[in-house]
């Protein structure tokens, strides 16, 4: 989850789907967009 707090509202991303690489990183397969607890947007990552 990534947050971002400011003076008009909360924006948050959340990731679902992870998966660790062969590179030891971790990559998803979706994301959720929110804007003040109202899901904005979503897309597929991978």
Excluded: A, C, P
């Excluded at 971002?4 to 990559?27: A, D, E, I, M, P």
Aim: hydrophobic share 30%; glycine share 8%.
């Amino acid at each position: 989850m990534k947050k971002n707090v400011s003076k008009s509202g909360t924006k948050l991303k959340w990731f679902y789907g992870g998966r660790t690489t062969r590179q030891r990183t971790t990559t998803y397969k979706h994301e959720v967009k929110l804007e003040n607890d109202m899901v904005v947007g979503w897309k597929v990552i991978e």
